[in-house]
């Protein structure tokens, strides 16, 4: 469990576990997650931890970097202090090993001295086929930064505020992407947490305008990280729908019925991840966008 992020992350808990015991546990359920991820034929790379730099939170590495298919890598602005520490430039260098091109570099991170943050598609939910960028404001997501990264990449700003009841009280969600996930045919999406309806109508506008089926949420499956989700390509080019086996376990059969209108589903168990980091399958995977060598 990271203090620094679990100041503004409610999902965290503390399992009171030894620390050897959680690391254990959660790189089974790593190594499993890997394990049914290529079993579909999901180009997975792994990265190993930097185990000098003490980054608890570095199994999600799509808040400090995302990756785009006109070879640009951009680096992201993080709200914890030990988390700055994730971003390592050898992973750059390993995706070029792997026959992927790196064309040019965005940089945002020197918002940090302003305590400026966006975490990258943790905060910023990318339709990349309709240039559209989603984000829910909160510490972790300035606004005139997120501005400027749609005027950078050329992306429709889509703002809202997305908040979840703790203790009785409304108070922000830390991450877009744990409220709602983009697929190419449909989002998954919970739409009790946008409080004001003039936003919530605003995002369920563009979601439809764009073709896509909106499926909803509630906020108790949200809390099980259904919003968490990420869709891959597998083999024979199959679209999967990946999560937790939590989240999976927390939709109707409804709702399942409706991603698999669309996608084949993948899930994994993940519940020590979830419980000590605060985040689940999607914020496991920084999807590789990057043009082929």
């Known amino acids: 469990m990271n203090e620094q992020t679990a100041v503004n992350n409610y999902f965290q808990e503390d399992p009171h576990l030894k620390n050897a015991e959680i690391n254990k546990k959660a790189q089974e359920e790593f190594d499993q ?7 579909h034929g999901v180009n997975v790379i792994t990265i190993s931890d930097n185990m000098e730099r003490d980054t608890p939170d570095s199994i999600f590495p799509n808040n400090w970097v995302s990756f785009h298919d006109n070879g640009t890598v951009c680096v992201y602005p993080m709200f914890a202090e030990n988390r700055r520490k994730e971003r390592r430039e050898d ?52 606004e005139d930064l997120f501005i400027e990264f749609c005027e950078d990449f050329d992306c429709f700003p889509v703002i809202f505020h997305a908040n979840q009841t703790v203790e009785g009280e409304r108070l922000p969600i830390y991450h877009t992407n744990v409220m709602m996930a983009m697929a190419e045919t449909f989002a998954v999406i919970c739409l009790d947490s946008i409080d004001d309806k003039k936003e919530r109508k605003n995002v369920v506008d563009h979601i439809k305008m764009d073709g896509k089926e909106v499926i909803r949420i ?11 989700m990420l869709q891959v390509i597998g083999a024979n080019d199959k679209r999967f729908m990946v999560m937790s086996t939590q989240a999976y376990n927390s939709l109707t059969q409804e709702q399942i019925t409706a991603i698999e209108k669309h996608c084949f589903i993948i899930h994994s168990p993940l519940d020590t991840i979830e419980t000590c980091g605060g985040g689940s399958a999607r914020c496991m995977m920084a999807e590789v966008f990057l043009p082929k060598a």
């Open 33 to 39: 997650f890997v394990k049914v991820l290529r079993e």
């Open 91 to 142: 992973i750059f260098e390993l995706l070029e090993d792997n026959g992927f091109m790196i064309n040019n570099f965005m940089d945002y991170t020197a918002a940090e001295e302003e305590e400026v943050f966006l975490e990258g598609t943790g905060s910023i939910l990318l339709d990349r086929v309709n240039q559209k960028a989603y984000c829910a404001l909160s510490e972790r997501a300035h």
């Open 218 to 228: 509630t906020e108790e499956q949200m809390c099980h990280f259904a919003g968490n």
